[in-house]
């Protein structure tokens, strides 16, 4: 059996033990690479203060990249004895290497090693849902720049309203989501911190250099208070959870839109049949079932981050067990998220505009409030010009629609949409977010040997 980094003199009850480990080990598969990356660091760091020798730091060397390789062929073996992915690898290492595995733990809590291990995850997963999510926001706007002038009609209350196009439309989207990249990469100056070295939440009476371990592991600083660092945890997941919630929200608003306007009886877009799923009892049937699962999948994602919430919202200073029920959410949710904006963004490449069917769409009643504005244009009051088109709605005068459209000259309406902020603000978080993964990249690089992201 494999010897636990807390080991006593007793055996612990077998059912306690099932309940306290659950399904950690499994979900730990996911940190191997972390964990041993921040394990280098930290050999490094003991080596650098004296407590590894330099040939116990090459053996730990040697032993964390035969980790590596066997992770990444997948025979990297994690067992519920070994509790946690962080016991398998000292485990590795002590069997392999003797003597020194057993010092690489030295000033370290298993409470920061996991922090810096789900921290590692953690940045990684933002910078590439940040990824993702310009993606996604690319594809709106290019949907956009190939239908500037195609008309749309713009609705409230989900009645007809007033002229619109497609590109307004889905460069409402696009801007949403740069939005929420933008808080993203905004979350990561935070995230972007080390908390390795805070041990149980009070720090060790060694020399540590926390500085040093931030610097190898490519974090821009350390997470100054030992204390807030453990109280941290629970706290970052929800925080990024609610980051892949508000993407999702614009996901499910986006996927409710397509549904309305792929109906047969308005039919204003469509979706290839590669994109649609059938029906086991109507042959006609070419459901769009991706589209109603991101309104599924945005609830799952959301629930997750209540879910941490509720875990830490009365938990005392300093480390609890409970913190341990905060992974699964992380790692479920970031994984569904990932796969939610992939396919989204699958959809609109395929998305197929209908002009005849929009232009159809462009009733009369939708030129009510332009009629308006010509009377007042023409020297009439608002309120009396409101009044008499509303009164007369059957003589509404049907305007060419993209005239209507662009006689909205106000910057982001129809006729002045300024694509250009939206490419810039894509180019620009492209930009940082490519700079802050090469940093990351080199740092992997440096340690692990490895020119590939790890989560």
Not at 199 to 223: H, I, N, W
Not at 273 to 280: A, F, I, Q, R, Y
């Amino acid at each position: 059996m494999a010897r636990k980094l807390w080991q006593k003199n007793y055996s612990i009850d077998s059912a306690l033990e099932s309940f306290t480990v659950s399904n950690d080990y499994i979900l730990d598969q996911s940190l191997v690479l972390s964990d041993a990356f921040a394990s280098l660091s930290q050999a490094m760091m003991l080596n650098k203060i004296g407590i590894l020798s330099d040939d116990e730091l090459k053996d730990i060397q040697k032993g964390l990249k035969e980790i590596r390789d066997l992770k990444l062929e997948g025979k990297f073996e994690i067992k519920r004895e070994d509790e946690d992915v962080h016991t398998a690898i000292e485990g590795y290492l002590t069997e392999h290497y003797g003597e020194c595995g057993k010092k690489i733990h030295t000033g370290r809590s298993r409470n920061d090693q996991v922090q810096t291990a789900l921290r590692i995850y953690m940045r990684e997963a933002l910078l590439k849902t940040i990824d993702q999510i310009l993606d996604a926001s690319s594809s709106l706007i290019t949907l956009a720049k190939n239908n500037v002038l195609t008309p749309m009609p713009g609705r409230t209350h989900m009645q007809i309203a007033m002229p619109s196009s497609v590109a307004l439309w889905a460069l409402s989207f696009a801007e949403e989501m740069l939005d929420t990249a933008k808080m993203a990469s905004s979350f990561f100056e935070i995230i972007d911190q080390s908390p390795l070295g805070s041990a149980a939440s009070y720090g060790v009476s060694l020399p540590l250099d926390r500085e040093y371990t931030a610097c190898l592991m490519g974090f821009s600083k350390v997470q100054n208070n030992v204390l807030y660092a453990n109280n941290s945890r629970g706290r970052f997941e929800a925080m990024l959870l609610d980051i892949l919630g508000y993407e999702a929200l614009t996901i499910s608003k986006l996927a409710q839109d397509l549904m309305i306007f792929t109906l047969p009886e308005l039919g204003y877009f469509s979706l290839p049949k590669e994109l649609t799923t059938g029906s086991s009892i109507m042959p006609q049937k070419k459901n769009p079932d991706g589209l109603e699962l991101a309104r599924s999948r945005t609830a799952l994602i959301l629930s997750l981050s209540e879910r941490v919430k509720s875990i830490i919202k009365c938990l005392p200073s300093g480390y609890n067990r409970d913190f341990q029920d905060t992974k699964e959410p992380l790692i479920e949710g970031y994984n569904a998220s990932r796969e939610l904006i992939m396919i989204t963004s699958h959809m609109i490449d395929g998305l197929i505009v209908n002009k005849e069917n929009l232009l159809k769409g462009c009733t009369p009643e939708l030129y009510a409030t332009d009629n308006v504005m010509d009377k007042v244009l023409s020297g009439g009051n608002f309120r009396d010009s409101y009044l008499e088109v509303g009164l007369n709605l059957d003589k509404v005068n049907k305007t060419d629609p993209e005239k209507a459209l662009l006689k909205r000259t106000s910057i982001g309406t129809s006729g002045n949409l300024n694509i250009e902020y939206a490419v810039d603000l894509e180019n620009m978080l492209r930009c940082q977010n490519d700079l802050r993964m090469d940093k990351i990249r080199e740092s992997y690089q440096a340690l692990l040997a490895l020119d590939e992201l790890i989560v």
